[in-house]
Structures are given as structure tokens and as C-alpha cells.
């Protein structure tokens, strides 16, 4: 029941939150600020995990082709369809549930314990128009991330493969070409897309409507990151039997 009722506050807050809007102008700095501190933000830690996996599954790749009828080509195509199917969108937003939304649900609880929400009521603001509006519109250029991360993450593959004599450049960017299927890149930004929206909503809700103290903020985090995780898997699920 706990559940259902939290499930029930979560869908009206998303209600709420297109409802009287803030001044555009004000709104305005606020998306600029959010997309700073969400997007580029994260954008150097995100690519430095994704090097080095891609990296890894070129290495693991390697290792793994005992038989000499298989092609080396291969390390290429299984770097390309790691990063771009799953790596990309999935691992890296449990990263970022971590990254943005703990920042997300300890900002907002923080407002909460010292009051500047109840301010922001009295002033005749939405709260949640002015907190998480934007936070939803900075995560709509998450797909941008995701794309730098795409390419991150298979030159990694690619200076492993090449750099370690594991492949030729040639027999890579043959494997990288080989049965390549652009809807897979739409299919990884849809995902991308709907995880963007998890990650600025499940954080700002466990943030805004959070009890207590301090203490409770770090509580409130943790939970976040949490539900956040469990969240973007069953979506990852349910996607990748919808589109695929």
C-alpha cells in the first residue's frame, strides 16, 4: 500500500509541476543553471568510465577469440554494440542516479529543512514549477551526453584494440561498419529520453516531500538512488521489449 500511495503522490507531483508556470524569464536561468550543473557537469566523469569500459570490452573481446575462424573484426562490431545498446544509455544513467540525482534529492531536501520552499509558497510560486521544471528540460539534453559518451567510449575500444596490437585499424573500423543498423542508435537515444526524465523526477520527489532534519536529507538520497536504480532497469526492460 506504501508503495501504491507513493506511486500516487509521484504522478500528481508531475501533474503539479505544469501547473502555473514561472516567469520565462526566470525560468529561463534556472534551465541554463540546471543544464550547467546536470549535463555538463557530469559530462567529464561519464567519459572517463566510458573510455576505459570501452576499452575493457575491447580487451575482454581479445581474450575471448580462441578459434582462428573467427575474424578479429569482431572486437570492433562487439565494442560497437556494447557501448551503443546498453552501455551508453543504461550503465551510465544507474552512474548518473548516483551523480545527479543524490545532488538533485539533497538540494531540494535541503530547501525543504531550511524552509525556502514554504518562502517560495507564500511568494505566490509553484514550488515544483520553479524546482523541477527545469531540472526535466535540462534532462531533455541528455541524449547530447549520451551521444559524446557513444563516441567516448569506442575510441576507447579502438586505442585498446589498435594501440595494444590486439587488431589492425583496418580490421576494427571493418567490425565497427559490419551489419551496422541506425535504428539502434534511436533506440538507445528513446531510452536515453525516458531515463532523463527518471532521473530529474524520482530524485526531486523523494527531495521535496522528505520529513525531517539534516540527517534525513542523506536518508532521502540514498532511498532516491535507490528506487531511481530500480526504476531505470524495469524501464531498460520494458523498452528493450517494446522497441527491440
Same mark, same amino acid.
Given at each position: 500500500m506504501k508503495l501504491l500511495s507513493n506511486l500516487g503522490k509521484y504522478m500528481i507531483m508531475l501533474f503539479e509541476v505544469f501547473r502555473r508556470p514561472t516567469k520565462p524569464v526566470v525560468l529561463k536561468e534556472l534551465?541554463? !543553471?540546471e543544464i550547467d550543473d546536470l549535463i555538463i557537469g557530469s559530462l567529464g566523469i561519464t567519459a572517463f568510465i566510458a573510455l576505459f569500459m570501452g576499452a575493457v570490452v575491447a580487451l575482454q573481446t581479445s581474450l575471448n577469440l580462441n578459434n582462428p575462424l573467427i575474424p578479429k573484426s569482431l572486437i570492433g562490431y562487439a565494442v560497437r554494440q556494447s557501448i551503443i545498446l546498453e552501455f551508453a544509455p543504461t550503465v551510465i544513467s544507474i552512474i548518473m542516479a548516483g551523480k545527479v540525482g543524490s545532488y538533485i534529492t539533497s538540494s /531540494?531536501?535541503?530547501?525543504?529543512? #531550511?524552509?525556502q520552499i514554504d518562502a517560495l509558497r507564500v511568494m505566490g510560486i509553484n514550488p515544483l514549477n520553479y524546482l523541477v *521544471?527545469? !531540472?526535466i528540460v535540462a534532462m531533455l539534453f541528455y541524449p547530447f551526453l549520451i551521444a559524446a559518451i557513444m563516441f567516448v567510449g569506442i575510441l576507447g575500444g579502438f586505442m585498446a584494440a589498435v594501440y595494444g596490437n590486439l587488431v589492425s585499424a583496418e580490421d576494427f573500423i571493418i567490425g565497427l561498419q559490419d551489419s551496422f543498423i541506425p +535504428?539502434? /542508435? =534511436? +533506440? =538507445? *537515444? /528513446? !531510452? #536515453? =529520453?525516458v531515463f532523463g526524465i527518471i532521473l530529474a523526477t524520482i530524485p526531486s520527489y523523494h527531495g521535496y516531500f522528505m520529513k525531517g532534519g539534516a540527517l534525513e536529507v542523506g536518508k532521502a538520497a540514498t532511498t532516491s538512488f535507490v528506487w531511481t536504480c530500480v526504476a531505470i532497469i /524495469? =524501464?531498460? +526492460?520494458?523498452? #528493450?521489449?517494446?522497441?527491440?
Amino acid at each position: 500500500m506504501k508503495l501504491l500511495s507513493n506511486l500516487g503522490k509521484y504522478m500528481i507531483m508531475l501533474f503539479e509541476v505544469f501547473r502555473r508556470p514561472t516567469k520565462p524569464v526566470v525560468l529561463k536561468e534556472l534551465i541554463l !543553471k540546471e543544464i550547467d550543473d546536470l549535463i555538463i557537469g557530469s559530462l567529464g566523469i561519464t567519459a572517463f568510465i566510458a573510455l576505459f569500459m570501452g576499452a575493457v570490452v575491447a580487451l575482454q573481446t581479445s581474450l575471448n577469440l580462441n578459434n582462428p575462424l573467427i575474424p578479429k573484426s569482431l572486437i570492433g562490431y562487439a565494442v560497437r554494440q556494447s557501448i551503443i545498446l546498453e552501455f551508453a544509455p543504461t550503465v551510465i544513467s544507474i552512474i548518473m542516479a548516483g551523480k545527479v540525482g543524490s545532488y538533485i534529492t539533497s538540494s /531540494i531536501g535541503s530547501m525543504n529543512v #531550511t524552509e525556502q520552499i514554504d518562502a517560495l509558497r507564500v511568494m505566490g510560486i509553484n514550488p515544483l514549477n520553479y524546482l523541477v *521544471f527545469p !531540472k526535466i528540460v535540462a534532462m531533455l539534453f541528455y541524449p547530447f551526453l549520451i551521444a559524446a559518451i557513444m563516441f567516448v567510449g569506442i575510441l576507447g575500444g579502438f586505442m585498446a584494440a589498435v594501440y595494444g596490437n590486439l587488431v589492425s585499424a583496418e580490421d576494427f573500423i571493418i567490425g565497427l561498419q559490419d551489419s551496422f543498423i541506425p +535504428y539502434q /542508435i =534511436a +533506440y =538507445a *537515444f /528513446i !531510452k #536515453t =529520453a525516458v531515463f532523463g526524465i527518471i532521473l530529474a523526477t524520482i530524485p526531486s520527489y523523494h527531495g521535496y516531500f522528505m520529513k525531517g532534519g539534516a540527517l534525513e536529507v542523506g536518508k532521502a538520497a540514498t532511498t532516491s538512488f535507490v528506487w531511481t536504480c530500480v526504476a531505470i532497469i /524495469i =524501464a531498460n +526492460y520494458l523498452l #528493450t521489449l517494446i522497441l527491440l
